[in-house]
């Protein structure tokens, strides 16, 4: 059974960074493209940033581009999710997704296979 399990959500003053990390078993890590969605309350889920299988290749959403940037280890099967300059409007549970074959590019939910159970993320004004 595929597991992803993420770290490294908590509470910030709006402004400063976080870390999030999202790790599984490495067959699943080495065939898969990754992404990080996000949902905050009473909206739907939304893409945040995805990373092909070899780390070639990463995508944002608009809202964090510039700010979020996405990476993978191979040597640990963690892909990393490094958070600056963290809005209010960031706050939410965050989801890592691993889509085996898939580009990382796509924001559809139903493309991705699994699903980690997320982080909480919250940033204050």
């Known amino acids: 059974q595929v597991q992803l399990v993420e770290s490294g959500g908590g509470q910030v003053q709006a402004g400063n960074s976080l870390r999030l990390s999202c790790a599984t078993d490495?067959?699943?890590?080495?065939?898969?493209?990754m992404a990080w969605f996000r949902q905050a309350p009473g909206r739907e889920r939304e893409f945040v940033a995805g990373?092909?299988?070899?780390?070639?290749?990463?995508y944002y959403g608009s809202s964090v581009k510039g700010r979020f940037t996405l990476a993978r280890d191979t040597a640990r099967n963690t892909m990393y999710l490094q958070m600056n300059t963290l809005k209010p409007e960031d706050t939410g549970v965050y989801y890592c997704?691993?889509?085996?074959?898939?580009?990382?590019?796509?924001?559809?939910?139903?493309?991705?296979?699994?699903w980690g159970q997320g982080t909480q993320v919250a940033v204050s004004s």
């Open positions: 997704a691993a889509d085996p074959g898939g580009s990382g590019s796509s924001d559809f939910l139903e493309d991705y296979d699994y």
């Open positions: 490495e067959q699943t890590f080495g065939r898969s493209a």
């Open positions: 990373i092909s299988w070899n780390g070639g290749s990463t």
